[in-house]
């Protein structure tokens, strides 16, 4: 009744007074949406919704403290805005935990792990969580930047506590950016916190390798009761498990009594999880059931953070027009930037005496210019055949099958694009192709990147690849 009395100022109520509260919200995540990374988005506005809207407020409903905490302190100031727009007569905003009531895929996790700390380090593991944990791997020595301050916050809140509403915790970025250190921060803090904690971390590939000792020695049970027996495994480079089903299955089962027993799981990958290739559809859909969170490369501000932070540390001094010549660039990789300040580092102790700008570039001239290194279209080819997970023969000859026309397209932009080569040379590396054929892909592979934020990401991931 209340509501037929209720006189909202003209016009601009319009829109909004004829919208429900679903269609509000949906219309302000939409505008929302195009601003965000898609695994930033999906982190903190999945499972949102207006649970209450007065004449001048609305109350926010949002799955965690951490989510609620998060959006308030980030998007609040966008959500706002959006809403001037939409329904300028809404002045405040609250945000409050209550579950969602739009049926969602995700299934939420409500169940908390009392009996997390539950193992003791009696049995030898494969590795004793201590000792497979690079130490210099902290959060207290990870430079948090806006490139990777969701996964960062992901990853303290799962420390904090673990194989409840983040699990997994799906880390992906390019090389170098800091998945693995950020991974064992985690660990490192898991432990701290509990030292309880029976900690796995292996890398995919030593999973696979221990999976298949296992069963040449007789020990696949051995190997059960040591992996899913942990109460934390991490598991890095996801990625290098395409193409390999059985362990994909193995791992299946892993994940699966892990994750029921409110074990924490974290993975990382070098790509999100629908884009790891030939990986079952049902192991890409449980990466995606905790939280997916992005590591870009960093900005300039932040590879100045890193460069300064690093520098003080190991007790150098460099000028800071040095620290601006390397954070211009060294662009794409943190290890890189590392590697050229240790290098100056170097120099600058055996010289005993302050480095000047141009010295400093002849010094790193090897590591700076060394970057387009790749200058065959067959590297390139082979670069891209193994990123999708293709057979060099496929990629090259004549099958038209979708799965290999995508690859060949990007293979013949990039082999356009970074060697300069003539279309009909290309033409003929790809097994006699017509020139036009080589021109149509190139264009295609462009508007492509134009378009969509993430296959330019999946094309920026192999160029990466390539200049490595
Ligand atoms: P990835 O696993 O993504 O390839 P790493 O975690 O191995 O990358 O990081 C590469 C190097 O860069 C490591 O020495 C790591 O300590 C350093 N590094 C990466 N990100 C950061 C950061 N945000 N702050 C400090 N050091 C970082
Ligand atoms: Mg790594």
Same mark, same amino acid.
């Given at each position: 009744?209340?509501?037929?009395?209720?006189?909202?100022?003209?016009?601009?109520?319009?829109?909004?007074?004829?919208?429900?509260?679903?269609?509000?919200?949906?219309?302000?995540?939409?505008?929302?949406?195009?601003?965000?990374?898609?695994? !930033?988005?999906?982190?903190?506005?999945?499972?949102?919704?207006?649970?209450?809207?007065?004449?001048?407020?609305?109350?926010?409903?949002?799955?965690?403290?951490?989510?609620?905490?998060? &959006?308030?302190?980030?998007?609040?100031?966008?959500?706002?805005?959006?809403?001037?727009?939409?329904?300028?007569?809404?002045?405040? &905003?609250?945000?409050?935990?209550?579950?969602?009531?739009?049926?969602?895929?995700?299934?939420?996790?409500?169940?908390?792990?009392?009996?997390?700390?539950?193992?003791?380090?009696?049995?030898?593991?494969?590795?004793?969580?201590?000792?497979?944990?690079?130490?210099?791997?902290?959060?207290?020595?990870?430079?948090?930047?806006?490139?990777?301050?969701?996964?960062?916050?992901?990853?303290?809140? &799962?420390?904090?506590?673990?194989?409840?509403?983040?699990?997994?915790?799906?880390?992906?970025?390019?090389?170098?950016?800091?998945?693995?250190?950020?991974?064992?921060?985690?660990?490192?803090?898991?432990?701290?916190?509990?030292?309880?904690?029976?900690?796995?971390?292996?890398?995919?590939?030593?999973?696979?390798?221990?999976?298949?000792?296992?069963?040449?020695?007789?020990?696949?049970?051995?190997?059960?009761?040591?992996?899913?027996?942990?109460?934390?495994?991490?598991?890095?480079?996801?990625?290098?498990?395409?193409?390999?089903?059985?362990?994909?299955?193995?791992?299946?089962?892993?994940?699966?009594?892990?994750?029921?027993?409110?074990?924490?799981?974290?993975?990382?990958?070098?790509?999100?999880?629908?884009?790891?290739?030939?990986?079952?559809?049902?192991?890409?859909?449980?990466?995606?059931?905790?939280?997916?969170?992005?590591?870009?490369?960093?900005?300039?501000?932040?590879?100045?953070?890193?460069?300064?932070?690093?520098?003080?540390?190991?007790?150098?001094?460099?000028?800071?027009?040095?620290?601006?010549?390397?954070?211009?660039?060294?662009?794409?990789?943190?290890?890189?930037?590392?590697?050229?300040?240790?290098?100056?580092?170097?120099?600058?102790?055996?010289?005993?005496?302050?480095?000047?700008?141009?010295?400093?570039?002849?010094?790193?001239?090897?590591? &700076?210019?060394?970057?387009?290194?790749?200058?065959?279209?067959?590297?390139?080819?082979?670069?891209?055949?193994?990123?999708?997970?293709? !057979?060099?023969?496929?990629?090259?000859?004549?099958?038209?099958?979708?799965?290999?026309?995508?690859?060949?397209?990007?293979?013949?932009?990039?082999?356009?694009?970074?060697?300069?080569?003539?279309?009909?040379?290309?033409?003929?590396?790809?097994?006699?192709?017509?020139?036009?054929?080589?021109?149509?892909?190139?264009?295609?592979?462009?508007?492509?990147?134009?378009?969509?934020?993430?296959?330019?990401?999946?094309?920026?991931?192999?160029?990466?690849?390539?200049?490595?």
């Amino acid at each position: 009744m209340r509501l037929s009395y209720r006189v909202y100022p003209r016009e601009v109520t319009l829109i909004s007074v004829l919208m429900n509260n679903q269609q509000l919200w949906q219309a302000i995540l939409g505008s929302m949406e195009v601003s965000l990374s898609r695994a !930033n988005f999906n982190t903190w506005f999945k499972n949102t919704h207006i649970l209450e809207r007065g004449s001048d407020y609305i109350i926010v409903g949002v799955p965690s403290t951490f989510n609620r905490d998060w &959006i308030a302190a980030k998007y609040h100031q966008e959500i706002l805005k959006a809403l001037k727009s939409l329904a300028p007569e809404i002045k405040e &905003i609250k945000y409050q935990l209550g579950s969602s009531s739009a049926p969602s895929a995700q299934k939420p996790v409500q169940k908390i792990s009392s009996d997390f700390p539950g193992h003791s380090h009696k049995e030898s593991g494969p590795a004793a969580s201590q000792t497979s944990l690079n130490p210099k791997y902290t959060f207290e020595t990870f430079i948090i930047g806006k490139n990777n301050e969701l996964a960062h916050a992901a990853s303290q809140s &799962i420390a904090k506590n673990p194989g409840t509403q983040y699990n997994p915790l799906f880390i992906y970025g390019g090389v170098g950016l800091g998945k693995t250190h950020l991974m064992q921060a985690a660990g490192h803090r898991l432990v701290q916190n509990n030292p309880k904690t029976k900690l796995l971390y292996v890398t995919s590939e030593k999973f696979a390798n221990d999976y298949v000792n296992a069963i040449a020695q007789k020990r696949v049970e051995e190997f059960k009761k040591e992996y899913r027996g942990t109460d934390a495994l991490l598991i890095d480079d996801i990625q290098f498990m395409a193409g390999k089903e059985g362990f994909q299955e193995e791992f299946f089962h892993t994940f699966n009594e892990l994750r029921e027993r409110g074990k924490q799981i974290i993975i990382t990958s070098d790509r999100p999880p629908k884009e790891i290739p030939a990986i079952e559809q049902r192991l890409i859909s449980r990466f995606e059931w905790g939280m997916v969170a992005d590591i870009q490369a960093p900005d300039l501000e932040t590879r100045m953070a890193i460069l300064r932070t690093k520098m003080e540390k190991k007790g150098v001094n460099l000028t800071e027009d040095i620290l601006f010549y390397i954070a211009e660039n060294v662009v794409t990789n943190i290890r890189e930037l590392e590697g050229a300040l240790n290098r100056l580092a170097v120099y600058q102790q055996m010289e005993n005496r302050g480095l000047v700008l141009d010295q400093a570039k002849t010094i790193l001239s090897s590591i &700076i210019s060394s970057k387009k290194r790749i200058t065959s279209a067959k590297k390139i080819a082979e670069m891209v055949a193994e990123f999708y997970n293709v !057979n060099m023969e496929d990629l090259i000859k004549q099958s038209r099958k979708k799965e290999f026309v995508k690859p060949r397209q990007v293979a013949m932009y990039l082999i356009r694009k970074e060697l300069e080569n003539s279309f009909p040379s290309i033409g003929d590396f790809f097994g006699g192709r017509d020139h036009t054929t080589v021109m149509h892909a190139v264009e295609k592979v462009d508007n492509l990147i134009k378009e969509k934020e993430n296959f330019k990401q999946e094309v920026d991931l192999i160029m990466d690849k390539l200049f490595v």
